[in-house]
């Protein structure tokens, strides 16, 4: 469905002239006349705690890892967005520790 997809251009270039390029490209692609729904498909929480460990004698050192199913963050105001940054902020601190 091309009316939900997008194009990143990312560079120094002039901004006029790729989007024109991409205008030109990708222009004449038609939306879909009777698109259907995108849906949702949330995963349901556990009931218990899920473990696993496993072991590799190449492996130089020790990794822990904790995951964590959260509710998605839908990003519609700037807090939001804002909630969303603390909390790859926060998650990025941790590994590094």
């Given amino acids: 469905q091309p009316q939900n997809q997008a194009i990143i251009a990312v560079g120094d270039f002039d901004v006029a002239q790729v989007e024109k390029i991409i205008k030109e490209k990708f222009g004449a692609i038609p939306a879909a006349t009777n698109p259907k729904p995108l849906g949702e498909f949330p995963i ?24 964590t199913r959260l509710p998605e963050l839908k990003e519609k105001t700037f807090a939001d967005t804002r909630e969303k940054i603390k909390r790859s902020l926060f998650n990025q601190m941790l590994n590094n520790r």
């Fill in 44 to 67: 349901p929480a556990n009931s218990d705690t899920k473990v696993a460990i496993v072991t590799d004698k190449e492996q130089p050192y020790t990794i822990v890892q904790i995951l």
